[in-house]
């Protein structure tokens, strides 16, 4: 009975120390992953966006011509685009 106990304590541990090393595998790639297809633009105001930039063709007509601190986050391969202003 105690040979029986001692593999399953034995077993035990050894689950967990794979679940552990998945688990900081996992956390280590998601910590160190970086999208480089992610581009990122900021401006101050609407009017300090470039006409040739191409944001523009982003922007729906009715964006505010008023909006201040525009961060613009766009990723065409994934066809994504995220703005944000206050």
Do not use: R
């Amino acid at each position: 009975m105690l040979a029986i106990s001692s593999n399953l304590s034995k077993m035990i541990i050894f689950i967990f120390a794979i679940i552990i090393i998945v688990v900081l595998c996992v956390i280590t790639y998601l910590y160190l992953y970086k999208d480089e297809s992610l581009v990122s633009k900021h401006y101050i105001n609407y009017m300090a966006i470039p006409e040739n930039d191409g944001v523009f063709t982003w922007l729906p007509d009715f964006f505010p011509h008023v909006a201040v601190d525009i961060s613009i986050y766009t990723n065409v391969e994934d066809d994504y685009f995220f703005l944000i202003f206050p």
